[in-house]
């Protein structure tokens, strides 16, 4: 299936859209407010349990019971439940994640504020604003009689943690849609994401040989000399023109200072952005020698999020959400971030992906976390756009 042209949207009314969602904006609030008052931190499977029940009848409430439903069970992190409701015309999956990096108890010292134009708090912007206007978008379509395609709503609670538990449950919820909608917040200026850097992390371990540091060093092989070595060859890798970074974040090795150091490992942090730069640093590692044959040096870990490249089906499905933004008057920008999100999955998978869809606002992870009500409602205008595309 290919994206529809932004033509589609001729037969789609954007701005009568943005009114029926402006009519309906204190709603739209109060279900924000509703939903960021239950915290749902990625370590507490207690809460994120109680969360996701929370959002199951309240998804119930807005759009129905789905036609079908499918809960995964994790035993460690928030359980997946996928979501599919009937439509007509090109399935689309839309990807939402609960979990929020905001342990339990930020609520006491931080609750949820509406003041003007825009609602803080923990987890308003990243990202359950996204959520409530995909809601809304998928509400007003059926309340202005507009068709809408089957729509696959995956509930993830293990995101912020790096999916290890959901990802293969959202590359099966993705496999067979024609696109990808991603209810991520957007970026600076509101833009949306059409790039994302691969993700890798990674541990070198060196094994060396211990022995007295003044009596007999050389029968030493110092795991820190060797770890020193491997974090210089890192750091050099990175190429911030190219958009690569190798970041050694954590450091630990030896036992005492009067001891040849046995061991010593780093942790790395790495983003890359495209598969040329991945299978650079993939040989980098792979090519790692200890400067001292008597020393081993290991490499455990791997790539978390492959990388998001701007395809021609992500360019298009970005050329179909600015056509609905026209329609507004808004100029929708668009742009690549070192963040990697569920939508670098469905992109790997070669899939038409629409990411940073969400809240327009700012403070990602931060305590100026906020969003802006009159983005919430312009972007659900333009994902009700995007949608009802692929029932035309």
């Keep these: 299936m290919t994206v529809p042209l932004p033509s589609a949207l001729a037969a789609v009314d954007v701005p009568a859209l943005h009114r029926l969602l402006a009519a309906r904006r204190a709603e739209m609030v109060d279900d924000l407010v509703a939903y960021a008052e239950r915290e749902t931190p990625s370590d507490d499977p207690a809460l994120l349990a109680k969360g996701l029940a929370y959002l199951e009848a309240w998804l119930a409430d807005r759009l129905g019971a789905p036609a079908r439903r499918t809960h995964h069970e994790a035993a460690a992190h928030g359980d997946v439940v996928v979501l599919d409701h009937a ?4 399935p689309l999956t839309v990807l939402a994640h609960y979990d929020t990096v905001w342990s339990a108890g930020t609520l006491d010292s931080w609750p949820v504020r509406v003041d003007g134009d825009v609602v803080r708090g923990p987890g308003v912007f990243d990202m359950k604003s996204g959520l409530v206007q995909a809601v809304w978008a998928v509400r007003t379509l ?4 507009v068709a809408h395609p089957p729509l696959r709503l995956v509930l993830t609670g293990d995101e912020e943690i790096g999916s290890p538990f959901s990802r293969p449950l959202i590359e ?13 917040a957007s970026a600076d200026g509101g833009a949306v994401k059409t790039a994302r850097k691969g993700v ?21 092989a110092s795991a820190i000399d060797e770890i020193a070595r491997v974090v210089a060859a890192l750091h050099a890798a990175t190429d911030l023109a190219e958009g690569t970074s190798v970041n050694v974040g954590v450091l630990r090795g030896g036992t005492r200072p009067n001891v040849v150091a046995g061991s010593a490992e780093a942790s790395i942090d790495v983003r890359v952005p495209s598969m040329a730069a991945k299978d650079r640093i993939d ?23 492959p990388v998001m490249e701007r395809s021609a089906a992500i360019a298009s499905m970005y050329a179909l959400a600015g056509a609905a933004a026209a329609q507004l008057g808004v100029d929708l920008p668009e742009t690549a971030v070192g963040g990697a999100s569920d939508g670098n999955f469905a992109a790997a998978l070669g899939l ?22 009159e983005g919430m409602v312009e972007r659900a205008a333009v994902a009700a756009g995007v949608i009802a595309a692929f029932a035309v």
């Design 87 to 90: 439509g007509v015309g090109a």
């Design 142 to 145: 059926r309340a202005a009689g």
């Design 283 to 305: 040989a980098l590692l792979a090519g790692l020698r200890p400067h001292d044959p008597r020393a081993a040096i290991t490499v455990a870990g791997g790539w978390n999020r």
């Design 200 to 220: 890798g992390l990674f541990d070198v371990h060196v094994r060396g040989i211990e022995s007295h540091a003044g009596l007999d060093p050389t029968a030493g």
């Design 352 to 373: 038409p992906v629409l990411d940073g869809l969400g809240a327009v606002g700012g403070g990602a992870h931060a305590r100026h976390e906020h969003v802006s009500i």
């Design 172 to 184: 099966a919820a993705c496999a067979d849609a024609a696109a990808v909608l991603v209810f991520e």
